[in-house]
Structure formats: structure tokens, C-alpha cells
């Protein structure tokens, strides 16, 4: 079954393009709140490094929903929607002084502290600026996660988070520092999980840390369990709204909350991924020594993650109900990895047919660049067309 698409509309757009389908976005958002608000304490903020198209941003926002922040132009996006700065959480690993500044200056809920280093930086500038920082420290888990190494980040070994053998030692840094309040832990194993027996390894590990630290009458306030929830990207159409029951159930089921404490998560590509397509002209059908190719004229600058990551999208000729054939999907880059799909059947395809190319919403029109001079996509939403 292929995915529903204003076709007549999409032959006046110039493409490649992105294309955003709002009813599935809000869909996708309302059952969130459904599970969400079964649940005492828990809040979701939308991890916008995913996509932060203004429009799409927009619907999340006007949905109640916090933002996840990585840099300091994300939280200046997630601002000018109307999301508050109340429910705004900034993490990442090398956050420069200026976006220290601007989330002090915002009064940003918290910061996602990852280094004794960044924590000393931070007290520091609040200092100046005569201001507490509300700080989580990001714990390493030393959790795996069924997903691509890549996008694992639970790892002893990756560049994220504070060690637990440190995490007391910089608790106590913290409490000693006058420009700080420490609120909350946070953790994030990886993206693109679809076992809840990794979401219950967290679970576990963050019980047990919770233990140790009331041993020594360190209490917390807010835990933050990351996102990583994955999608469906070889059925977009027939599971287009990933399990959020059974997501936010493990962590209701297995994570010991304290009274009074709140649980954040922060979830992206479970938001928007399946609410994005990118949409590509075919240029032309060549026919090499075994195999025949779809040349169109979106490339790895458009939708980058096949290339980097190997990574499968369900691929659909929209403009074709014939008889289907075999191709490889390919783009007009100067490079042999831009590849959208080895072996793809779709209907027979011809010069100016539209391609779709699915679940294409998280990671995807953010992520593009402009090599070999080429433009960025063009972002659009249901009611643009």
C-alpha cells in the first residue's frame, strides 16, 4: 500500500522537497498525550534536533509539548514557537559560552551537564550574570542498545556523559558551588530502539543509582530517561504511530519514582519521522550491465542517512500504478554513496515521475547541505499545498 500524496500539487513544486503531513503529526502527538497522561510525573519534550522545520516546530509547540535542546539555535527556535523557556532542557557535550548565556538568560529549566569541566564553565558564567543554574548531570549508563553504533550513546566508551564512578564526586562539586543548583540525572542510551528490554536495562541501572545515592542522603528531584524510542521505517503506512504504550508502560512498570519526582523524556524521531517524505523527480532510467537505475534528482545533501548510516527507507513511485521493476535509487551527487536504495521494486518508472521516499521526517531536511553548490530542500506542510 503506498502512502496518500497530493500528487496534483506536488507537479508545481519545484523538487526535491520535503512534505509534511499534519493530520499524521497530530495524530502522533495526541497519542502521546494519551499514554502520557495515564502516568503521574511524566513530561515529554521534543528532541528538536530531529527537525526543527518552524511549521512543523509550531504544531508541536501549540500541543504543550518541552523542547530538547542541543545548541544554543535550537533553543532560540524552540523560543520564537512559543515553547517556554520553563520547559526548555539543553544537553551536549561542547556548549560554548554564548548558549551558556543565552539559557541563563532565558532561565531555561535545566541543564544537561556532561563534564566536571562544563559544570565549573557554567557556575562560573552564571556567576557574572548573577544567576543559579538549574543542572541534571548526564550519566553514562554503560548501556547498550540494540541499534546501529553509530547512534549508540550509552556506552563507556562514547564521548557523552559523566562516568558513574564520578557521578558522587561531581554531585558533591555541585553542592559546593554557589552559581548551581543540581535538580536531576539524565541519561540517553541511543536512538532507534525498538526492544523495550533496552529501555528496561535503563531502568534498572537508573534504580540502582537512585539507591547509591540515598546512601549518602543525595536525593533527586527529576530523572530524565532520554528518548531513543524508534519507528517502523520499513511500514510507514500500516505503523505509522510507533507503541507509545508499551514505552511509557516499561518505565511506569520498572523505574522506582520517588514521591513528588517527575520523569522527563525526550523523544524526536518517534514524533516526526513518519510524518515526513521527501519528495524527488525521477531524471532518468538507465539501464546499466545487470541492473537499472532510478537517477532523480534528490542526493545524499537532501536525506543524508542512508549514506551515513546505511540506513532503509521505503521507497514509492506515486506517480506510477504499473507493473513493478527492480532499480537502484540514486541521486545526481559526485559521490558513489549517494544511494537512496539497492533493489527496489516499484511501479515502472519513467522521466518526471515522482518519488517518495518515506519516514523521512526525522534527521532528514535538517541534516541537508549544500555540497556541490546545490540548494537547500524546501520544507512544506499540509496546508501549504
Same mark, same amino acid.
Given at each position: 500500500?503506498?502512502?496518500?500524496?497530493?500528487?496534483?500539487?506536488?507537479?508545481?513544486?519545484?523538487?526535491?522537497f520535503y512534505y509534511y503531513d499534519?493530520?499524521?503529526?497530530?495524530?502522533?502527538?495526541?497519542?502521546?498525550?494519551?499514554?502520557?497522561?495515564?502516568?503521574?510525573?511524566?513530561?515529554?519534550?521534543?528532541?528538536?534536533?530531529?527537525?526543527?522545520?518552524?511549521?512543523?516546530?509550531?504544531?508541536?509547540?501549540?500541543?504543550?509539548?518541552?523542547?530538547?535542546?542541543?545548541?544554543?539555535?535550537?533553543?532560540?527556535?524552540?523560543?520564537?514557537?512559543? *515553547?517556554?523557556?520553563?520547559? @526548555?532542557?539543553?544537553? #551536549?557535550?561542547?556548549?560554548? /559560552?554564548?548558549?551558556?548565556?543565552?539559557? $541563563? +538568560?532565558?532561565?531555561?529549566?535545566?541543564?544537561?551537564?556532561?563534564?566536571?569541566?562544563?559544570?565549573?564553565?557554567?557556575?562560573?558564567?552564571?556567576?557574572?550574570?548573577?544567576?543559579?543554574?538549574?543542572?541534571?548531570?548526564?550519566?553514562?549508563?554503560?548501556?547498550?542498545?540494540?541499534?546501529?553504533?553509530?547512534?549508540?550513546?550509552?556506552?563507556?566508551?562514547?564521548?557523552?556523559?559523566?562516568?558513574?564512578?564520578?557521578?558522587?564526586?561531581?554531585?558533591?562539586?555541585?553542592?559546593?558551588?554557589?552559581?548551581?543548583?543540581?535538580?536531576?540525572?539524565?541519561?540517553?542510551?541511543?536512538?532507534?530502539?525498538?526492544?523495550?528490554?533496552?529501555?528496561?536495562?535503563?531502568?534498572?541501572?537508573?534504580?540502582?543509582?537512585?539507591?547509591?545515592?540515598?546512601?549518602?542522603? *543525595?536525593?533527586?528531584?527529576? @530523572?530524565?530517561?532520554? #528518548?531513543?524510542?524508534?519507528? /517502523?521505517?520499513?511500514?510507514?503506512?500500516? $505503523? +505509522?504511530?510507533?507503541?507509545?504504550?508499551?514505552?511509557?508502560?516499561?518505565?511506569?512498570?520498572?523505574?522506582?519514582?520517588?514521591?513528588?519526582?517527575?520523569?522527563?523524556?525526550?523523544?524526536?524521531?518517534?514524533?516526526?519521522?513518519?510524518?515526513?517524505?521527501?519528495?524527488?523527480?525521477?531524471?532518468?532510467?538507465?539501464?546499466?550491465?545487470?541492473?537499472?537505475?532510478?537517477?532523480?534528482?534528490?542526493?545524499?545533501?537532501?536525506?543524508?542517512?542512508?549514506?551515513?548510516?546505511?540506513?532503509?527507507?521505503?521507497i514509492e513511485n506515486i506517480s506510477?500504478?504499473?507493473?513493478?521493476?527492480?532499480?537502484?535509487?540514486?541521486?545526481?551527487?559526485?559521490?558513489?554513496?549517494?544511494?537512496?536504495?539497492?533493489?527496489?521494486?516499484?511501479?515502472?518508472?519513467?522521466?518526471?515521475?515522482?518519488?517518495?521516499?518515506?519516514?523521512?521526517?526525522?534527521?532528514?531536511?535538517?541534516?541537508?547541505?549544500?555540497?556541490?553548490?546545490?540548494?537547500?530542500?524546501?520544507?512544506?506542510?499540509?496546508?501549504?499545498?
Amino acid at each position: 500500500m503506498k502512502g496518500h500524496f497530493p500528487i496534483d500539487k506536488f507537479q508545481e513544486i519545484e523538487t526535491p522537497f520535503y512534505y509534511y503531513d499534519t493530520q499524521l503529526l497530530r495524530d502522533t502527538l495526541r497519542s502521546i498525550q494519551k499514554e502520557v497522561s495515564k502516568h503521574e510525573g511524566f513530561v515529554v519534550h521534543y528532541a528538536v534536533k530531529a527537525n526543527a522545520n518552524p511549521k512543523v516546530l509550531n504544531i508541536i509547540a501549540q500541543a504543550g509539548f518541552g523542547a530538547d535542546c542541543v545548541s544554543g539555535g535550537e533553543i532560540r527556535a524552540s523560543l520564537a514557537v512559543g *515553547i517556554p523557556a520553563s520547559k @526548555i532542557v539543553y544537553a #551536549g557535550v561542547g556548549k560554548a /559560552d554564548w548558549e551558556i548565556q543565552l539559557g $541563563l +538568560s532565558k532561565n531555561i529549566f535545566c541543564f544537561n551537564v556532561e563534564s566536571l569541566a562544563e559544570l565549573e564553565v557554567i557556575n562560573e558564567l552564571a556567576g557574572k550574570m548573577d544567576k543559579t543554574a538549574r543542572v541534571a548531570f548526564r550519566i553514562n549508563p554503560d548501556v547498550g542498545a540494540h541499534t546501529h553504533a553509530n547512534i549508540t550513546t550509552g556506552l563507556a566508551e562514547n564521548k557523552f556523559g559523566i562516568t558513574m564512578h564520578d557521578m558522587e564526586s561531581v554531585i558533591e562539586a555541585a553542592f559546593a558551588m554557589q552559581h548551581v543548583k543540581f535538580v536531576g540525572l539524565h541519561f540517553h542510551i541511543g536512538s532507534q530502539i525498538l526492544n523495550m528490554d533496552d529501555f528496561a536495562a535503563l531502568c534498572n541501572r537508573v534504580n540502582d543509582l537512585q539507591r547509591q545515592l540515598e546512601r549518602k542522603r *543525595i536525593f533527586v528531584e527529576h @530523572i530524565n530517561v532520554g #528518548g531513543g524510542l524508534g519507528v /517502523d521505517y520499513h511500514h510507514p503506512n500500516r $505503523l +505509522s504511530i510507533p507503541d507509545f504504550k508499551a514505552y511509557f508502560d516499561t518505565y511506569a512498570r520498572l523505574l522506582q519514582l520517588r514521591p513528588g519526582q517527575t520523569l522527563h523524556f525526550e523523544l524526536g524521531r518517534a514524533i516526526v519521522a513518519q510524518c515526513g517524505s521527501l519528495i524527488t523527480r525521477t531524471l532518468y532510467v538507465k539501464q546499466g550491465t545487470a541492473k537499472q537505475f532510478a537517477i532523480v534528482d534528490a542526493g545524499f545533501t537532501d536525506l543524508i542517512r542512508p549514506a551515513l548510516y546505511q540506513a532503509f527507507h521505503k521507497i514509492e513511485n506515486i506517480s506510477s500504478d504499473g507493473p513493478t521493476a527492480t532499480y537502484d535509487v540514486v541521486g545526481p551527487i559526485c559521490e558513489s554513496t549517494d544511494v537512496f536504495g539497492k533493489s527496489v521494486d516499484l511501479n515502472t518508472t519513467r522521466r518526471g515521475d515522482l518519488i517518495a521516499i518515506r519516514s523521512a521526517g526525522a534527521y532528514g531536511e535538517i541534516m541537508a547541505s549544500q555540497y556541490n553548490c546545490r540548494r537547500l530542500p524546501v520544507g512544506y506542510i499540509t496546508e501549504d499545498l
